[in-house]
């Protein structure tokens, strides 16, 4: 594991202490992605997850006759292939970098590794988890009550 400059460190996820998220970001790798790049397609196996330091990601779901559908856009901050935190370990969806996008890349049976062997941090990727699919759940709730909006 590389040391890291605690001041240097990004901000988010905002579920985690400053300590874990030193932990976190020091089990994986900086990577980038240009503009189009497929991160991952929907079913993959769920290997990596990224902490997204800057750029865009759009999720996305394959339509029949419509191509790909943007589900939603997640940015500096926010953790991408949270699936790998499952039992099930597939993508339910795709990823699209939709602009230059730099992100720290981590191997989910490392980070699985690390969490059973500290409960504590264990604990803390568990709240980011839940906290990260109640913000998609509510970016969800969102966009259908816009979809059906009365006119």
Known sequence: MNPVDHDSVPAAPTALSAVHRVRLLGLGRRVSFEPGTLLFSEGDSADQLWVLHSGRVALVAGHPGRGELVVETLGAGDLLGVSGLTRYRSYHYGARALLPTEATEIAV????????????????????????????????????????EPT
């Open 109 to 148: 049976d490392d980070l699985h590794t690390m969490t059973r062997a500290d409960p504590e941090f264990g604990a803390a990727v568990a709240d980011l988890l839940v906290e990260t699919l109640l913000e998609r759940l509510q970016s969800a709730r969102a966009r259908l009550l816009d979809l059906y």
